[in-house]
């Protein structure tokens, strides 16, 4: 009987420190340029509201006019609610400012949003100070 909770035990320790490593990994910003930050001028074409991360997806069109799609990972629903924002706060057509570090994926991690206009929304991860686009 002793053998198989000491058995349990092990087994379970086991799976935790293995599933530990999973979630680390899962919070890595290793494949973004953090060395890069790049504005982002374009047009919001989905605002994903899930968890376990919220995805700002924009489009971006580059000296020639072609026009790419942006993909921008933000914190979980919840953080980006105590931050201000909502499932709402972004809306197809909306002009934004995104500030990024690029990955190698296409991905971005997005650092700041502003409006069209430059008035700041989200500054790193906080939401901005002055109210705009809590309420949006």
Not at 61 to 71: C, F, H, I, L, P
Request: one cysteine or more; charged letters at 20%.
């Amino acid at each position: 009987m002793r053998t198989q909770k000491v058995l349990a035990v092990a087994v379970f320790v086991s799976l935790f420190s293995m599933l530990g490593g999973l979630v680390s990994a899962h919070h890595s910003t290793a494949g973004y340029d953090k060395a890069k930050t790049v504005p982002l001028k374009g047009t919001v074409s989905e605002w994903i509201w899930r968890n376990p991360h919220c995805i700002l997806v924009w489009d971006v069109k580059d000296a020639n006019g072609k026009v790419q799609r942006w993909y921008g990972e933000m914190q979980s629903p919840i953080s980006n609610t105590g931050m201000g924002l909502n499932r709402n706060s972004f809306k197809p057509g909306d002009e934004l400012i995104v500030t990024v570090n690029p990955g190698a994926n296409g991905q971005a991690l997005v650092l700041t949003i502003a409006d069209g206009q430059g008035k700041m929304i989200l500054e790193r991860g906080r939401f901005a100070e002055d109210g705009a686009g809590g309420n949006r």
